[in-house]
């Protein structure tokens, strides 16, 4: 046995010193008061390193802070006792409580306390490399494993006192099994991370009493297993648990038959289930029930022979990753290391795809570990040994940074923080001295698993020579072709037919060389099948021909298509899964030169670069009226822009609400600047005079979407109460202000030769509709202090001033603050919005879950939530407000005024809804209706949202609708 202190090996970092050396001291006074802990108070006073790991690790992550000052024996413990012996008596120790427990309580206390165990010793073993990246993935694995077991095992007992199992006594229960999916199927489970699992069983084998129902059974039996381990109580929680990778879970109850689970398997089983299935492990229950269930699933998991479905699934996901490689730079703030480019799912999808691809033949190549994988790949000759090397290099670092990022708050992110002070949290954690330093480290492994990553597809099997192709002959009713179009999802195949003749026709300038058509006819096979698997196909191709009827040659773009399918897929991704960026493409052919530019999926511009962008644009204008036209131009562009980059994957939906906030405040600005110009022309200036724009709503909250119209309030101040504008035409100072509104509205709103730029709300200034447009500042706050409703207080929420000089600004933010803070009466705010949110069901209610903002649980109740929970706070905690809904549910979390289980079903269903909305707002014009909808787009919901498939996806929505409903009825009603 070695203890504990004597292996520590490293240790990160020290973030904050003042909250290291407080930490210490707080432990040294709890083991100096008690003589147990006299070895571990020895350690801590005789043992830099025991320091230096402690004061690292617990000033850099709160959460293992506060597991070490709520039990310092835990601590103790750690220090002195050998890990890898600590972790096995643990798991004895907690079993022999859950077989005395004879409570759901009982058990469930003992769980969640066998959990803080194990996150302690494994948080402070992983940072202080007492065990290796592997060793402490598979501890945590090792407890998800017990947990489940012994959960398992209390319920059957419980059944079997309660008489709905009979027969004689078995050690362990029969007929009913848990597989774990995923990571914890690996032995790889991060640190704060979900258990997948599914549960399947087989009636004959369990035993059960004659009038007892199995399925109702063992979907209760299933449920309250979920309960045990992931309900939030008094002692935390055990493990989340997410049972959605099971047979079609929009369908299905969450345990199934072995009978149903292979019939589906063999009958529907899809690839991605294929590929999901090959870390499948048998955790709990009936173990040689489970392992000869995995047995039978053999041949549908490896196949002897790659069938053409399986190798086409493989190209759908190359076109998927190409969609992304070489589009734009790594970056490091906010990148997800987990399905961010070059990250830990790049390196799964890198082994899982060759194991696909030859296990069927190689058997030694069925391996649940990534990591032993690619060791068996490179040992078989399968990838060279440099490959597997560094792709198990980037593995081990990416799955320690995962750890890190997790240890800070025990929360499931996977994203690397925004903000610089939260990165260099990460960095210490990570052991390194500064975030310059880390980042470079991150950046040179993403940058290594990328180049693997995009090389893999190059050795890939080809499509066989049987896969659909179209040679168009020269009669438009030709049958075999219209039904090769047909089979390709072409709804008008004559259509198709016409558009493609006129171009090899040479009808169009694009197509007049022999040079252009011959380019044109080697990828018009890929070109086809690509616009076939679009949402729209035949809106793609209509509008891919509006593009060419425009383009003056055609040379080079064919031979970009050509030579890059994944650049077709998004072309034609933007004009048949988004039949609202189609249009605009339809109209504006030149903006497709921004698509081709190599640099394009790089960075979003910043806020200074769009400022520049239209200020430099606007400069240009020859008058006012080509100045809106301008300002058009620069708006759509970019809009168009953001809008690829959420087709293609390339930004998440808050990156995108974010970027088209960021140009919807640019716009206002220098339109609001022009304006005052246009004004102060005409009519000179009010002395004293200036004017704010307040954003509120989307806007104010950086959720924008493609279709967000702008909430708006105008305040501004003048000196004195009749100040006139010195100028030609003199006006009144209120009059004066109330032009400028009305003409910043025009300007943003009326359509020119170039279109409009947004549709404006005033509805939210001080009376509505009733007040006037333009606010006094003395108004503005008198009306806040005195007179505002309480959904006005909610709006206040999100409000953020946008344009105006500082010290207006600075007023108008000091008023929000100061009335967001005021004491409230929570029991009548809390009636106030019951009464506007019953109003809003009573005009526009739906059970349609699609109908995201509406529909109960939806956006609406979780902003009301937030909103709710903001101001009846702010006034003890300040710190809780944010324009933003996710920022806010982090702030309110961290104040103490949600839970975390609270916390973890509100912030992921905001961002769930965020990336839903995002896509439907940006490729439909109209309501989503799944029957109607055509595969790709929802792929796309699907993709967006992180989900297998889009029947996983609805399952998932349906339950997080109603848990954010639950939530609203239990916090605000």
């Known amino acids: 046995m070695t203890a504990f202190f004597e292996r520590i090996a490293a240790h990160p970092a020290i973030y904050d010193g003042a909250r290291g050396a407080d930490i210490l001291d707080t432990l040294t006074k709890a083991f100096g008061g008690d003589e147990s802990f006299a070895p571990a108070a020895a350690l801590l006073r005789d043992q830099p390193k025991v320091r230096d790991l402690l004061a690292g690790s617990l000033s850099g992550a709160p959460y293992l802070a506060a597991l070490a000052q709520r039990d310092p024996r835990l601590v103790a413990d750690c220090l002195s006792r050998d890990p890898d012996l600590h972790l096995e008596q643990a798991g004895a120790e907690v079993g022999a409580a859950a077989e005395a427990a004879t409570s759901p309580k009982e058990i469930m206390t003992a769980l969640r306390r066998y959990k803080r165990r194990i996150a302690l010793l494994v948080g402070l073993a992983d940072l202080g490399g007492v065990w290796p990246t592997e060793g402490a993935l598979r501890a945590m694995s090792v407890a998800a494993d017990t947990a489940v077991d012994r959960a398992v095992e209390f319920l059957f007992r419980r059944a079997r006192e309660a008489g709905q199992i009979v027969g004689p006594p078995t050690a362990t229960p029969k007929g009913y099994f848990v597989i774990a999916m995923g990571k914890l199927g690996g032995h790889e489970l991060n640190y704060s991370s979900d258990i997948d699992i599914i549960v399947f069983y087989d009636a004959d084998q369990a035993g059960l009493a004659p009038d007892i129902e199995p399925s109702a059974f063992f979907v209760r039996l299933t449920r309250e297993l979920v309960r045990l381990l992931q309900e939030h109580t008094g002692d935390g929680y055990v493990f989340r648990t997410d049972l959605r990778l099971r047979p079609d879970p929009g369908a299905t109850q969450v345990a199934l038959s072995t009978d149903a689970g292979l019939t589906y398997y063999e009958s529907f089983g899809q690839n991605w289930e294929r590929a999901a299935l090959i870390k499948a492990r048998v955790i709990a229950g009936d173990i040689e029930a489970g392992e000869e269930f995995l047995r039978q699933l053999a041949p549908f998991i490896w196949r002897k022979y790659l069938d053409f479905a399986a190798i086409a699934d493989i190209h759908a996901m190359k076109r998927r990753v190409h969609a992304h490689k070489g589009h734009g730079t790594i970056a490091v703030a906010g990148h997800d290391i987990k399905l961010g480019r070059g990250g830990i799912r790049d390196i799964e999808f890198f082994a899982q795809t060759q194991q696909l691809i030859a296990g069927g ?12 994988t690619l060791n068996e ?13 560094e792709l198990t290099e980037a593995y081990l670092f990416l799955r320690r940074v995962e750890n890190r990022l997790q240890m800070i708050g025990d929360q499931q992110t996977h994203a690397l923080p925004d903000e610089p002070e939260e990165l260099r949290r990460v960095a210490a954690l990570s052991g390194f001295a500064d975030a310059d330093t880390f980042a470079d480290a991150i950046v040179g492994e993403l940058a290594a698993v990328e180049a693997h990553y995009g090389a893999l597809f190059e050795k890939l099997p080809p499509l066989p020579e049987s896969a659909p192709s179209i040679v168009l002959p020269s009669d438009e009713g030709d049958p075999a072709a219209l039904a090769a179009l047909e089979r390709l999802g072409f709804g008008n195949p004559q259509q198709a037919i016409a558009a493609v003749r006129a171009w090899q026709s040479g009808r169009y300038p694009a197509t007049r060389s022999e040079r252009a058509r011959e380019r044109l006819s080697e990828f018009l096979p890929s070109l086809l099948d690509t616009f076939g698997r679009t949402a729209e196909p035949d809106l793609a191709l209509a509008t891919f021909d509006k593009v060419m009827a425009e383009m003056p040659a055609g040379v080079q773009l064919f031979s970009l298509l050509a030579a890059n399918p994944s650049l077709l897929r998004l072309v034609a991704d933007i004009m048949g899964t988004a039949p609202r960026l189609a249009a605009i493409l339809g109209r504006r052919p030149r903006l497709l030169d921004a698509v081709l530019d190599p640099g394009f999926f790089g960075a979003l511009p910043t806020p200074a670069k769009l400022k520049e962008l239209a200020v430099k644009a606007l400069d240009q204008a020859f008058d006012y009226q080509d100045a809106l036209d301008r300002s058009r131009i620069v708006g759509r562009e970019q809009g168009f822009l953001i809008g690829v980059r959420v087709i293609s994957g390339t930004i998440t939906a808050p990156q995108a609400g974010a ?45 924008m ?11 501004h101040d003048f000196a004195g109460e009749s100040a006139q504008s010195q100028g030609p035409k003199s006006l009144p100072g209120s009059q004066y202000y109330t032009r400028f509104t009305q003409r910043l509205i025009a300007a943003l709103s009326a359509q020119t030769a170039e279109g409009s730029l947004y549709q404006v709300d005033m509805r939210l200034r001080p009376s509505g509709s009733q007040g006037p447009v333009a606010t006094k500042l003395a108004s503005f706050i008198d009306y806040q202090r005195n007179s505002a409703w309480t959904w006005e207080h909610l709006a206040l929420t999100r409000a953020r001033v946008v344009s105006g000089p500082p010290e207006l600004r600075q007023t ?8 967001l803070r005021r004491p409230r009466d929570r029991a009548q705010v809390a009636a106030d919005v019951g009464v506007m949110r019953n109003k809003i069901e009573e005009e526009k209610g739906t059970r349609d879950i699609w109908d995201l903002k509406h529909v109960r649980g939806g956006l609406i109740d979780i902003e009301f939530l937030t909103q709710f929970l903001q101001v009846v706070s702010a006034h003890e905690h300040p710190e809780v407000l944010d324009q933003n809904t996710v920022g806010a549910l982090n702030k309110l979390l961290q104040a103490g005024m949600i839970t975390l289980g609270d916390a973890e079903m509100l912030i992921p269903a905001a961002t769930l809804y965020q990336a839903l909305t995002q896509c439907l707002r940006l490729c439909l014009d109209k309501p989503f209706v799944p029957d109607e909808a055509p595969r790709a787009l929802k792929d796309l919901l699907a993709r967006a949202s992180d989900m297998p498939d889009f029947a996983t996806l609805e399952a998932m929505l349906k339950d997080t609708l109603g848990a954010v409903h639950e939530l609203y009825e239990r916090i605000v009603a």
């Open 361 to 372: 033949r190689h058997p030694e190549l069925r391996l649940r570990g990534t990591i032993e």
């Open 377 to 389: 790949l490179a040992q078989d000759g399968w990838i060279e040994p440099k490959t597997a090397e």
């Open 659 to 703: 970027a088209y906030a960021t140009l919807a405040e640019t716009l206002i600005s220098t339109l609001a600047a022009r304006v005052e110009a246009e004004l102060e022309r005409q009519h000179g200036r009010v002395p004293g005079g200036q004017a704010a724009v307040i954003a509120m709503g989307k806007l104010g909250g950086r959720e």
């Open 705 to 715: 979407t493609a279709a967000s119209d702008l909430d708006l309030i105008t305040v």
């Open 812 to 819: 108008i933010e000091r008023t929000i603050a100061e009335v």
